[in-house]
């Protein structure tokens, strides 16, 4: 009976990802109906989880197990769970205007479901083969989200380049855990936990996995896919990229973590390697003009805050900088999500064809705020909040992680969290001329007379609310974060 | 069920957000009707919580989430419902209902009928916030919300032709930084309280306050001096008063709602809800009274010499609000609040039917120098206008303090409290309360009385039916409102005492009373004597001007105090301002942008990095392995 929820959010995505490309190939209704089957699985599967939430809540771990295999939805499993579907929900709202009903976007669909069930998989994962076998899963199905339109140069471009180096991440990876498994003796992560090794070879294991599942993070220096990536994708997948498969790199990362928490300096290599990804962040995107390439450039800086916090917490042991750090990378999946989203609203609105995304410069926003005002408010909201400015979301986040960091009282660390907070000022430099783009007089040339479509206007709204709601209310996602944020429970 | 209270903010943020996303749908007047139901709304919710305050005298606190928890900082979104909280919300919410319904008739036509609603909605939200907030924080966030709104509305008409738009903006941009001045106060006495007691709910403050600091505590006086502070800009007390003349330039409706009835009298809120604090510090309670008193004479003989209809107004205002801040300074609480309800009920009428007045002559003013709001060329509208004249002379004597009008009532409390406290105090007030009735008699004739002394006077034509209801409300209200406390029976004294707030009351006084009375009329008397007949127009110059001589432009500047301000203030900061910009310019600028220089090259080099070319890309991963391994391998060995 208790095993019947886990199974059901677990499967449900994976095995409904073919009947959404059927549906969507043979019914020749504009993928009308394949956005339906969509939008109806992953309601269902909403509804299970919060089922489950309440048990979580209640005490009770959903979980199952069948022979080696043990699924177990702990807090962090839930927290990734819920920004997978999150993130899909509101692109299967915006893909269909988006793409325009081409040729070819049904799959789409299929592959979002793929790849939603992956990244539920991976979290809920307790052994590091079936962990690995998920994070090949959602690698894959996040390729076809990249390169959804076969015949475009870009994206073909950007696709060889995200499967090569995710590839060569995954690699590391399966070297790591094959170290792990000769050094212990299991995969188990419990068990391995228990062991607590520290020997040579599990410290050089641990390390390519902070190494691989770095990759997908994409922490400096390991972070080259990322620009062309997140720019030449269609911005609703660039959305489901920085939004909830960074994450899920970083919850892979955080089960090593959790388990061989003996091996390696972890709390350094966060701090160290959060703190370059945000300076190397800042400066890549300080002169950029492609504004998507902008926000590819600030995830890596945001995605350094996030490790950054974990480091503070892992440093301290204690949960305060964990939280701060998981409750920044839900805030981060909000707001880069709403910032992609409006940037594929303006392109939309520019008729730039699908595919052909690449190269939307700060110009091409000018006067945005007259044609659509929606738009403008929710990219302005997603910057500002990006920026950190108070009292939206992005701040509060930021401010729990240099709360955690100055509690910690050493010298060190309070000078990474001055170094984070002189960053934060610095990233102003970048945003603000958007914001300026946006509210300038004089629209660019292009801009058609289309309304905004409602299908496309309803994530714009939900995201801007909940940076608003998060920023005056952080409490709010408490119940979801809190448990995530003890690690290896 | 204080959870009412929730209901009653989010009634009008509602109005707020419907208008915005509405906002291409609705035509006018859908936008007013939207925003006059929300707060309506917000009004029976009001009434609802005092409903269930009649059941339980002290009142509650809710406690919505929590929004800071950083160290020992803790603010939560926490409502308080007690008899302050829940009278204050009855007068907003009413008031503001009356004054939504007004706006409705007066910004008929306006390009942006809208937006003025919007604003309208926006301040009602935030001052309801401001007087329920249970932390100072919170409280904080309603006070600058409510500033925002006021600036907002100060400048709505910011594109006028002919530099008028200018003159509003500036106007707007004057009140938002001179209340600057008075927030720092406030922010500072924020920090100072929750350095000492280590909370910022009001609550917990007080009782700290009143069970650890002695009578005298310099860090008590030094609080209320700093809250002080911060009520003399919000509530336009000396010296930072010098704002709300200007503030006139916004819509009527807004001056009525905003500039007169409301958000003017959040300081003298702050010091009631406050209360503990102060009663500490008896050299601030001497500040608070001393400040009221020489500003509500102040204000009253300001009043006394200007032409513009809304000036008079915004001149009386500053004045009775010195009355309440004397009231609330000097402990008599209750007798504050009284005169801060009767006063948010005349005045509001005084200013919409001043509205009436600049709305009726508005549309025929075609002489070249004609100004709809200058009293001179008003005159015998009393024919045209009956129900504007009838409410608005309604209004006049309740704020002229005669018997049985509201005014009198409360005004009256406070005369008695300050006679009790100390004569100087009370000679001032009652100078002022002369004043008083000679100004408002001397308006209410120069508008009213003798012959049209213009074409558009001539042609001025009553206003329409949105428009005068709610005057006929207020005006019931200014006349009968002094029945909430009458002497004997004392209704909200009762209230007060039940609730448990902080009190200290003096007794009617029928001498005071009488007397007052007396120099209400003599007020009026004088004024008939000079302007009864109506000769003051534009080629004339103003009767008590023959008397008073070389003093009468000095009080018509508002005794210099405003250009003594510009000297003494805005002249030194504009030369400090150049000569700082020199050095930025050429000192820090240098260094800044060398800095600038920096970071960009750093930037510039760095994406040279970043080529795009696969090979790379993965040959620095390569690097960052080869890093993570030698890190690894270094924290082994070492």
Redesign the interface.
């Known amino acids: 009976m208790n095993a019947a929820l886990p199974v059901g959010l677990l499967t449900l995505p994976l095995l409904s990802s073919p009947l959404a490309y059927f549906v969507g190939r043979f019914s020749g209704r504009r993928h009308g109906l394949a956005q339906f089957v969509a939008l109806v699985v992953l309601l269902v599967a909403w509804a299970m989880f919060v089922a489950m939430a309440g048990q979580l809540a209640a005490g009770e771990t959903p979980q199952f197990e069948y022979g080696m295999i043990a699924f177990r939805l702990d807090g962090l499993a839930m927290y990734m769970a819920a920004l997978a579907l999150g993130l899909s929900t509101l692109a299967v709202f915006f893909a269909r205007q988006m793409f325009q009903a081409r040729a070819g976007s049904e799959k789409y669909y299929a592959a979002l479901l793929a790849l939603t069930g992956a990244m539920i998989g991976l979290a809920g994962a307790r052994d590091l083969f079936n962990l690995w076998v998920w994070f090949e899963t959602m690698i894959a199905a996040s390729y076809l989200l990249v390169v959804i339109f076969h015949d475009e140069a870009l994206n073909l471009e950007a696709g ?2 995200y499967v ?2 995710s590839a ?1 991440g995954s690699g ?1 990876v399966v070297f790591g855990i094959a170290l792990i498994l000769l050094d212990t003796g299991t995969l188990n992560l419990d068990l391995i936990a228990q062991a607590a090794p520290h020997s ?1 070879m599990a ?2 294991g ?3 996995c ?2 691989g599942f ?2 997908k993070v994409a ?4 972070h ?2 990322l ?2 990536v997140y720019t030449q994708s269609p911005s609703v997948s660039s959305a489901v990229l920085a939004g909830a498969v960074s994450k899920a790199g970083l919850v892979g990362l955080l089960r090593v973590t959790a388990a061989l928490s003996a091996a ?2 972890w709390a ?2 966060f701090m ?1 390697f959060g703190a370059a990804s945000i300076l ?1 962040g800042n ?2 995107a ?2 950029q003009r492609d504004v998507k390439r902008l926000l590819a450039y600030s995830s890596m800086g945001h995605l350094g805050y996030v490790m950054l916090g974990i480091g503070f917490g892992l440093h301290a042991g204690q949960t305060a900088g964990v939280y701060g750090g998981l409750f920044h990378a839900l805030n981060h999946s909000v707001m880069k999500g709403l910032a992609f989203f409006s940037i594929g609203a303006a392109l939309y609105l520019l008729s730039r064809p699908v595919g052909r995304e690449h190269g939307l410069r700060l110009d091409d926003l000018a006067g945005m705020a007259r044609r659509c005002p929606l738009l403008a408010l929710a990219l302005t909201l997603a910057l500002f909040s990006l920026a950190g400015i108070p009292p939206l979301a992005g701040f509060m986040s930021k ?2 992680i240099f ?1 955690a960091g100055l ?1 910690a009282n050493s010298p060190w660390v309070t000078a990474l969290v001055v170094f984070a907070a002189l960053n934060s000022v ?1 990233s102003l ?1 970048y945003y603000l001329p958007v914001v300026n783009a946006l509210y300038r007089e004089g629209a660019s040339e292009g801009q058609t007379r289309l309304p905004l479509p409602r299908l496309m206007a309803i994530p714009l709204v939900v995201l801007s609310f909940l940076i608003v709601l998060l920023g ?5 996602v408490r119940w979801l974060v809190a448990p995530a944020s003890v690690l290896g429970g | 069920m204080f959870n009412w209270v929730v209901l009653s903010i989010a009634f009008p943020l509602a109005g707020v957000l419907l208008n915005l996303a509405l906002s291409r749908r609705l035509r006018e007047p859908w936008p007013g009707v939207l925003a006059t139901i929300m707060v309506a709304g917000a009004g029976i919710a009001a009434a609802l919580t005092a409903g269930a305050l009649a059941a339980e005298p002290e009142g509650s606190v809710i406690t ?4 800071i928890a ?2 020992d900082l803790h603010v939560t ?1 926490a409502l308080r419902v007690d008899l302050l909280s829940t009278l204050m919300m009855l007068v907003v919410t009413l008031v503001g209902l009356l004054i939504h319904v007004y706006s409705i008739g007066y910004m008929r036509g306006d390009a942006r009928f809208t937006r003025f609603f919007i604003y309208l909605n926006l301040f009602v939200a935030a001052m309801l916030l401001l007087v329920t907030a249970d932390n100072l924080v919170v409280m904080f966030v309603g006070w600058e919300s409510v500033g925002l709104c006021s600036y907002l509305l100060i400048g709505f008409w910011f594109d006028k032709t002919k530099g008028e738009g200018w003159r509003n903006s500036t106007a707007a941009r004057k009140a938002f930084i001179v209340n600057r001045v008075g927030d720092l106060g406030l922010l500072l006495a924020l920090f100072m309280i929750f350095w000492t007691f280590k909370t910022l709910a009001i609550e917990e403050v007080l009782e700290q306050a009143a069970h650890t600091l002695e009578l005298g505590a310099p860090i008590a006086t030094a609080m209320a001096l700093l809250l002080l502070l911060g009520v003399s800009g919000k509530s336009a007390q000396l010296p930072l008063f010098l704002w709300l003349p200007d503030a006139m330039a916004g819509p009527t409706p807004a001056s009525a709602l905003i500039h007169a009835a409301t958000m003017v009298t959040a300081g003298v809120y702050l010091i009631i809800r406050m209360q503990a604090l102060f009663v500490l510090a008896p050299a601030a309670q001497m500040t608070a009274a001393a400040v009221g008193a020489v500003t509500a004479l102040f204000g009253a003989s300001a009043a006394l010499a200007q032409t513009d209809i809304k000036r008079v107004l915004a001149f009386s205002t500053i004045s009775q609000l010195g009355f309440m801040v004397t009231a609330a300074g000097i402990g008599s609480t209750s007798a504050g609040l009284f005169h801060l309800m009767t006063h948010a009920c005349f005045k509001s009428l005084l200013f919409l039917a001043a509205g009436s007045v600049i709305h009726a002559l508005k549309h025929h003013g075609r002489q070249a120098d004609f100004d709809a709001q200058d009293m001179r060329f008003m005159g015998g509208l009393w024919r045209r206008m009956p129900w504007t004249f009838i409410t608005y002379w309604a209004g006049a004597l309740a704020l002229i303090g005669l018997p049985p009008f509201s005014g009198f009532f409360s005004k009256d409390e406070i005369l008695a409290s300050a006679y009790e406290y100390h004569p100087a105090i009370f000679i001032l007030l009652f100078a002022a309360a002369f004043l008083t009735a000679l100004y408002v008699a001397r308006q209410g004739l120069l508008i009213f009385a003798g012959r049209p002394r213009s074409k558009a006077a001539v042609a001025a034509a009553e206003s329409e039916r949105v428009m005068i209801w709610p005057l006929l409300i207020l005006a019931l209200f200014s006349a009968v409102g002094g029945a909430l406390n009458l002497p004997g029976n004392g209704l909200l004294a009762h209230w007060w005492e039940e609730s448990g707030l902080p009190v200290h009351e003096a007794g009617f006084n029928p001498t005071v009373a009488a007397l007052a009375a007396a120099v209400a009329l003599a007020g009026v008397g004088l004024a008939w004597a000079l302007y009864g007949r109506g000769k003051a127009d534009v080629s004339h110059a103003d009767p008590l001007e023959k008397h008073l001589g070389r003093l009468f432009p000095g009080i018509q500047q508002g005794w210099g105090l405003d250009a003594l301000s510009v000297k003494a203030v805005v002249y030194p900061f504009n030369r400090l301002g150049v000569a700082l910009s020199r050095f930025d310019l050429n000192g820090i600028g240098g260094a800044d942008r060398g800095l600038a220089h920096v ?2 090259l ?3 080099r ?2 040279k990095i ?1 080529t ?1 070319y ?1 090979n ?3 040959a ?2 390569i ?3 080869a ?3 030698l ?2 391998a270094l ?2 060995t070492g």
Not at chain 1, 219 to 222: E, K, L, S, T
Not at chain 1, 472 to 476: I, K, S, Y
Not at chain 2, 64 to 67: I, T
């Open positions: 060889f380049k090569v180096q060569m590391l040579a410290a050089i641990s390390a390519l902070f190494i770095g990759v922490i400096v220096p390991m080259t896919w620009p062309d390696i300096p350094d290599l160290l190397a400066l890549l300080f002169r401010w729990q709360a509690a610095l430099g005056l209310w952080p409490d709010a | 919505l989430g929590s929004w950083v160290g979104w970071v960009g750093s930037a510039q760095l994406s970043q795009g696969l790379w890309n993965i620095i991963m690097v960052g392995i890093t993570v391994l890190l690894v924290w082994r």
